[in-house]
């Protein structure tokens, strides 16, 4: 029985995150206002055996845990 | 002195690399492939510049996996040698065999220029062959050189002397933690670096600072 997650990943909060001030400057030159605290990462889907793995592989190679925060979301 | 040059699918700056460190007078060296775990009786290890594994997931994320490295972690904690040169400098923090992580850049750009780097700490074995407040030219070109670490640590870097290169006053090119152009860890026997060492060896490229990295490592190795 597999299960399909996904895995967020996040840069850090307090981290400055070029790409992501890159989006919000670009935002307003499009006419959109009123948009703050855009970060970008990365989103991971897969399918796996063993969920409960998922942490440890997180915290071993889908994220680096000193620059990134991860977060995990299986499907029902 | 007999060095290696490790070589990963994507590694770019390895030929460099390895006529940098024959360029040390009474050294030879030779590639290592990131597939073999064996290091061929090297004495130091050289973990060059490119995109390691197309950069993919993170930079260095990857490389830091493969069976060669495993052997470098063995070698680096043994005391061994081991230099990382911008990607080998990523891989290193990846593997952790040095503190913090290498961010992209803050202006988002690719930089590819001269920079002036200021010897922090010399007589290190990285800097054997350098005196204390030196300013080296050696250049620059990546898009994630911003070394980072939480405060703690570097607060623990400043106070045990493990900055060995910053850049110099208003040098910085990627906006690095305290102006941090190169680190080693706490025993001294692994040094990171963004900046490219085995592009300044040769005069008619405009500066032979970088030489003194290869040379020093073949001092201190005595």
Same mark, same amino acid.
Request: aromatic share 10%; hydrophobic share 45%.
């Given at each position: 029985m597999t299960t399909r997650a996904r895995v967020l990943v996040r840069p850090k909060a307090g981290i400055l995150d070029p790409q992501g001030v890159a989006v919000e400057r670009a935002l307003p030159a499009l006419g959109f206002e009123g948009v703050a605290n855009v970060h970008v990462g990365r989103l991971i889907e897969l399918d796996i055996d063993e969920p409960s793995q998922l942490p440890a592989i997180c915290e071993k190679l889908l994220a680096n845990p000193l620059i990134e925060d991860f977060e995990i979301v299986s499907e029902p | 002195?007999?060095?290696?040059?490790?070589?990963? *699918?994507?590694?770019?700056?390895?030929?460099?690399?390895?006529?940098?460190c024959q360029r040390v007078p009474g050294a030879s060296a030779q590639l290592l492939w990131h597939g073999d775990a064996d290091l061929h009786g090297v004495e130091a290890v050289v973990i060059p510049g490119g995109?390691?594994?197309?950069?993919?997931?993170?930079?260095?994320?990857?490389?830091?996996?493969? *069976?060669v490295m495993e052997s470098v972690i063995r070698f680096a904690e043994a005391g061994g040698l081991v230099l990382g040169i911008c990607n080998g400098f990523q891989v290193l923090c990846e593997a952790g065999l040095l503190p913090g992580a290498l961010l992209p850049n803050v202006n988002r750009r690719f930089i590819c220029r001269q920079v002036n780097v200021e010897v922090v700490r010399a007589r290190? *074995?990285?800097?054997?062959?350098?005196?204390?407040?030196?300013?080296?030219?050696?250049?620059?070109?990546?898009?994630?050189?911003? #070394?980072?670490?939480?405060?703690?640590?570097?607060?623990?870097?400043?106070?045990?002397?493990?900055?060995?290169?910053? #850049?110099?006053?208003?040098?910085n090119p990627n906006g690095s933690s305290n102006d941090i152009a190169g680190v080693t860890n706490?025993?001294?026997?692994?040094?990171?670096?963004?900046?490219? *060492?085995?592009?300044?060896?040769?005069?008619?490229?405009g500066s032979v600072d970088g030489l003194k990295i290869f040379t020093s490592m073949a001092h201190a190795h005595g």
């Open positions: - | 002195m007999r060095f290696g040059v490790v070589r990963f *699918p994507g590694s770019c700056d390895d030929v460099d690399a390895l006529l940098a995109f390691s594994y197309g950069d993919y997931l993170r930079v260095g994320a990857i490389a830091r996996f493969s *069976p290190m *074995p990285f800097s054997a062959d350098m005196a204390d407040g030196e300013v080296l030219s050696i250049p620059v070109k990546h898009t994630s050189g911003r #070394y980072y670490a939480p405060a703690a640590v570097l607060e623990s870097l400043e106070a045990d002397g493990q900055i060995v290169l910053r #850049y110099a006053h208003d040098a706490a025993a001294g026997n692994v040094f990171g670096l963004m900046p490219h *060492p085995e592009h300044a060896v040769e005069p008619l490229s």
